[in-house]
């Protein structure tokens, strides 16, 4: 059995045992206009091409192909039984090919087809907004698809290729993901409309050592950027923290009902607590104890230039959330 190296497209075997030369894109373009009009002139004036040239095309393909494909008279042209058979086979490639081409044409346009978009649970509900409606007014040729994970699932997500970019809380530290960075945001403080802390614009970050915190479950990174502000406090271990709750919006009521006070990102705090006039909000004092977001992406991601365009643009957008953007992604 006759065997080809590489990529296949080398020659190809023959009756015989000969080898048959590959055909070329031009010489199939010429044979398929020449079997649709059966007429040389009319082929060779709808692809472009003189009619010597499509004459020798068409010929320089029998000689490929080591097949007659046409009988040539004086007035007109007919296909030989192979190449009436072999005309449906050159449109076929040529068909292939033209939709290799497009879909490289649209592979090579930026936002255009899937972009997979991870986010986590203490991001999505506040930003997802404003990334929604850039996308739908900016891109409106890309295809967004959004999936609400945690950090970790996430970054498995990005690594095994289910997921293109995320948005979630940084620094993360991890080997092959390259972070894009689009704000800083402070976080505040949420009591009962009771506590002797509530409404206040200067707590200072020590309030925290003997606070009765409610914190999300673990594997949230905000109960982690919580506990390690709290740390930076000097509150010890000893101090009581109750995780009783899975999401923010449960958190919050957790606190209404007076079993405790929790931190929340300032762009959360209007969803989460305007609805409830028993919440009352209270500010740090500077330097406010914050959190930065950004996109991340795998290092040298093939749309490295799209994504970091659309960082830029999320950046833009923001500036009316109360963050402070990053100027220039550092």
Known sequence: MASTKGNGVGPVAGVGGARAKQPSLSQLRA????????????????????????????????????????????????LSPAGERLAVRARAVLDAVGELMEEAAAVRAPFTGVLRLGVIPTVAPYLLPTVLTLVHERYPDLDLQVHEEQTSSLLEGLAAGRLDLLL????????????????????????????????????????????????????????????????????????????????????VQLVAG??????????????????????VTGYFADPAPSRRVALAMRTGAARQSEFETFAQALREAMRRLPVRVVAGGR
């Open 258 to 279: 007076g079993l405790g006070v929790t931190l929340l990102p300032r762009t959360a705090v209007t969803v989460e607590t305007e609805r409830n006039d028993r919440l």
């Open 168 to 251: 979630l809380a940084v620094p993360l530290g991890v080997p092959g993901v390259s972070e894009l960075p689009l704000f800083d945001e402070d976080f505040v403080l949420v009591t009962p409309r009771e506590h002797w802390l509530g409404g206040r614009e200067d707590i200072p970050r020590d309030a925290l050592k003997e606070l009765h915190l409610l914190l999300l479950d673990e594997g949230h990174c905000l109960r982690d950027q919580a506990l390690d502000i709290c740390r930076e406090a000097g509150r010890t271990e000893g101090a009581p923290v109750t995780t009783t709750a899975a999401g923010l919006s449960t958190l």
């Open 31 to 78: 044979f398929a206009a020449v079997a649709e009009y059966l007429h040389f002139r009319d082929a060779a004036a709808a692809i472009g091409m003189s009619q010597p040239a499509l004459s020798g095309a068409v010929s320089a393909l029998e000689d490929a192909l080591g097949v007659q494909l046409v009988e040539r008279t004086t007035r007109k042209v007919l």
